[in-house]
């Protein structure tokens, strides 16, 4: 009993962990930035292993300059992502599909 109750534990715990909004976050603007080449922002992420990912508030910059209103290239609302199951387990946020929900472009 006491076996079947830790390694109940052990699930939650690994999927708390794996489903950290921080981690998931941070992991997100990474993975964007090197995709696009430039700065990602990402206001809230939310992953769930049933729904997939959800990036809110996304803003891409050409540049270090945030602040700057010129410095906005692309800005969406919502990100609904696909992602490999395995490379999250693993710690890397692979990207197999991202549709922007609410997207503008600025040139």
Same mark, same amino acid.
């Given at each position: %009993?006491?076996?079947?109750?830790?390694?109940?534990?052990? &699930?939650?715990?690994?999927?708390?962990? &794996?489903?950290d909004?921080?981690?998931?976050?941070?992991?997100?603007?990474?993975?964007?930035?090197? +995709?696009?080449?430039g700065?990602?922002?990402?206001?809230?992420?939310? +992953?769930?292993?049933?729904?997939?990912?959800?990036?809110?508030?996304?803003?891409?910059? &050409?540049?270090?300059?945030?602040?700057?209103?010129?410095? %906005?290239?692309?800005?969406?609302?919502?990100?609904?992502?696909?992602?490999?199951?395995?490379? +999250? *387990?693993?710690?890397?946020?692979?990207?197999?599909q *991202?549709?922007?929900?609410?997207?503008?472009?600025?040139?």
């Amino acid at each position: %009993m006491i076996f079947l109750f830790a390694l109940l534990c052990s &699930i939650i715990g690994t999927y708390l962990f &794996i489903t950290d909004a921080r981690r998931v976050k941070r992991l997100a603007e990474t993975e964007l930035a090197k +995709l696009v080449g430039g700065n990602v922002t990402v206001g809230r992420a939310k +992953l769930s292993l049933f729904e997939g990912l959800r990036l809110e508030n996304v803003n891409i910059y &050409i540049d270090e300059k945030q602040n700057d209103p010129n410095s %906005m290239l692309f800005s969406s609302s919502v990100f609904l992502v696909n992602y490999d199951l395995p490379a +999250l *387990i693993a710690g890397k946020l692979k990207l197999t599909q *991202i549709v922007a929900v609410d997207p503008h472009v600025q040139l």
